[in-house]
Nanobody
Framework: VQLVESGGGLVQPGGSLRLSCAAS????????MVWRRQRPGEGREPPCA????????LYEEDVKGRFAISLDSANQTVYLQMNSLKNEDTAVYYC?????????WGQGIQVTVAS
């Protein structure tokens, strides 16, 4: 399984970005796709957003109401719409796919929120 993220970059506080992650390979439903992040100087955090192939969605409290995760099952692509971005959202964002006991991760993509 391979995961390829796209859509990161530099954005001003209060702005928006949409991250995408395309999965390829032998993926057997049910599965979940997640986004987690690693802020500068810190370790990787638990997922900030998760969506299952059955439609269940979970958010970490800090992003609830600002971020929205969605899944295009046909194309095995997960999106993270990030609105009202704050400086503290600056991080490398990693896409993950959880398929049974298997865990797969993308290479990560930089998101920088700065004036």
């Amino acid at each position: 399984v391979q995961l390829v993220e796209s859509g990161g970059g530099l954005v001003q506080p209060g702005g928006s970005l949409r991250l995408s992650c395309a999965a390829s390979g032998n993926i057997i439903p049910p599965y979940s796709m997640v986004w987690r992040r690693q802020r500068p100087g810190e370790g990787r955090e638990p997922p900030c957003a998760e969506i299952s192939s059955t439609g269940t969605v979970l958010y970490e409290e800090d992003v609830k109401g600002r971020f929205a995760i969605s899944l295009d099952s046909a194309n095995q692509t997960v999106y993270l719409q990030m609105n009202s971005l704050k400086n503290e959202d600056t991080a490398v964002y990693y896409c993950g796919l959880w398929d049974g006991p298997e865990r797969y991760w993308g290479q990560g993509i930089q998101v920088t929120v700065a004036s």
